[in-house]
């Protein structure tokens, strides 16, 4: 008779499992609540403390941490050493093992957690019990996962489990470890407030295989962060359209990322990660009008992202372009009837709330990993200066602080020319700040009369500020810094144009 030990948390499938098992003549072995539902089943089941013969201590905190649990687990089958051994030592072969963890994701999640709760949920014995098996897959068949028992009873019912099966099953169970330990070292860098420690470990879960990823030859999947709290894709919920691709992924996280930095009604348009068209409003549709407005070319096969709940007409307005995602907190059914007519179109219910706390930003080099704080600097951490003789009138303060926003959210360089709340038009990625000035100026043409402009970073010189008059701005916000800002504020006063530092920068790299 082969043995199987059970300890699971989870208790999905676990009546059956075990009736499986005892027909294929398995003995069981268990612990605490597992061992109590697998008799409440009517079924045969030891405890851990008839193969110890030691009580479980401590709460339960020490139950399977003993050699009659580690050494049948631990013994290697062909040597001759250690099966004798465990004969000397009245040790029985544990032949296979299904354990997974205390719910310590689950636990950290609940908004009123303690760290004493936190420490109670850390499995001990269950990780140590699975690293065991894992590490035995020549001779032991583990299983981390409810899913898996189907087919491992399968496969045991047509004779036994392959190598290969078994090796697969414990590259599982190492990644499901390390996965649990992660989350631990992570809660407690956090807690600890050590931002950046030594060594920095995150886990993230699959949420789904994609077709490919930026392009046809690339292979990709999408992952997303457990328990986080905030504006997420890996949250949203698709209630229309095709499955979402690599690129769509990128490009709708752009524009949540846009849309998140305004309160009133806002509508943000984005293509390849930039926004195109950014507009707010009294209301909705008002908003979404202004963004398009702002540039009707780009915004052909683009992404669109709203913070209100999309309406009937808005809903209508969106129907007449060609677009891949719309993404917003919610639809009204009226705007769903309309929007659901395009079959393709991806419709994207999103939660608008901002991550509670300061977010880290990942980016991969070659053999490498950059980690920052996210970009959450706004014009509510700077007190603005006024640098030249002009003053901003109160529209051009309301604009000038939509361009800081929307300019915050383009490749570097960056320049957005805004005007009534809305933008006209964006340079982004140019190799020097007059280029991108002159192409955001372009797309502007005579509606730059009278706008703003934003930029990203310090103007190093006064070029940018004369394309600016030369085209009719009346105010540009920058954040100042530069050796030669003087030359800039004098270029300023010369035009009539006022200047507003912010002494923030706002690199995108």
Not at 116 to 141: H, Q, Y
Not at 370 to 390: I, K, P
Request: charged share 25%; aromatic share 6%.
């Amino acid at each position: 008779m082969k043995r199987a030990l059970l300890s699971v948390s989870n208790k999905k499938g676990l009546s059956e499992f075990a009736k499986q098992l005892i027909d294929l003549d398995y003995e069981l072995v268990s612990t605490g609540g597992t061992k109590r539902a697998i008799e409440e089943a009517g079924l045969p089941v030891l405890s851990i403390s008839e193969i110890t013969e030691f009580p479980e201590i401590m709460d339960g905190r020490v139950k399977t941490l003993h050699p009659s649990v580690h050494g049948g687990l631990l013994a290697k089958r062909n040597s001759k050493d250690h099966m004798s051994q465990l004969d000397e030592l009245n040790i029985e072969t544990i032949d296979l093992v299904a354990v997974n963890l205390y719910p310590f994701k689950e636990t950290i999640a609940k908004p009123d957690v303690t760290e004493e709760d936190a420490i109670e949920n850390i499995d001990i014995g269950g990780p140590t019990m699975l690293r065991s098996a894992a590490k035995s897959f020549a001779d032991v068949a583990v299983v981390v996962d409810p899913d898996d028992y189907d087919r491992v009873i399968s496969s045991l019912q047509a004779g036994d489990l392959s190598f290969d099966t078994r090796k697969n099953l414990a590259a599982k169970v190492f990644r499901h470890t390390a996965n649990y330990d992660a989350m631990i070292a992570e809660y407690f860098s956090e807690v600890t407030e050590e931002p950046y420690p030594e060594s920095y470990t995150v886990t993230y879960e699959k949420v789904q295989s994609l077709r490919y990823g930026e392009n046809p030859h690339q292979t990709a999947s999408f992952y997303k962060k457990a328990n986080y709290k905030g504006a997420s894709l890996a949250n949203a919920e698709q209630l229309n359209g095709k499955e979402l691709s690599y690129n769509n992924i990128q490009d709708a996280n752009a524009a949540l990322d846009v849309v998140l930095e305004f309160t009133e009604p806002a509508a943000v348009a984005v293509k390849h990660m930039n926004p195109c068209g950014v507009g707010t409003g009294d209301n909705l549709f008002e908003a979404f009008g202004k963004a398009y407005e702002g540039d009707p070319v780009s915004i052909f096969g683009g992404i669109v992202a709203l913070n209100r709940e999309v309406d009937e007409d808005t809903a209508a307005k969106l129907k007449e372009i060609f677009l891949e995602i719309v993404l917003a907190p919610s639809f009204s059914q009226e705007a769903l009837d309309i929007l659901t007519q395009k079959k393709n179109l991806r419709l994207l219910k999103v939660d608008m709330k901002k991550p509670e706390t300061q977010t880290h930003k990942l980016t991969s080099v070659s053999g490498g990993l950059l980690v920052q704080d996210t970009d959450e600097g706004s014009l509510e951490d700077v007190e603005l200066e006024v640098a030249t003789e002009r003053q901003p009138s109160e529209q051009e303060l309301k604009d000038l602080e939509l361009g800081w926003k929307v300019v915050k959210h383009v490749k570097s360089n960056a320049i957005v020319v805004a005007k009534s709340d809305q933008t006209l038009g964006v340079g982004a990625g140019q190799m020097n700040r007059v280029g991108a000035a002159q192409i955001a100026l372009e797309q502007a043409g005579d509606q730059a009369r009278g706008a703003i402009m934003a930029s990203d970073a310090f103007f190093p010189m006064p070029d940018t500020v004369e394309t600016a008059a030369k085209a009719g701005v009346k105010a540009i916000i920058q954040p100042g810094g530069s050796k030669r800002d003087q030359d800039s504020i004098d270029a300023c006063n010369k035009h009539g144009i006022t200047m507003v530092f912010t002494k923030m920068r706002h690199f995108k790299h």
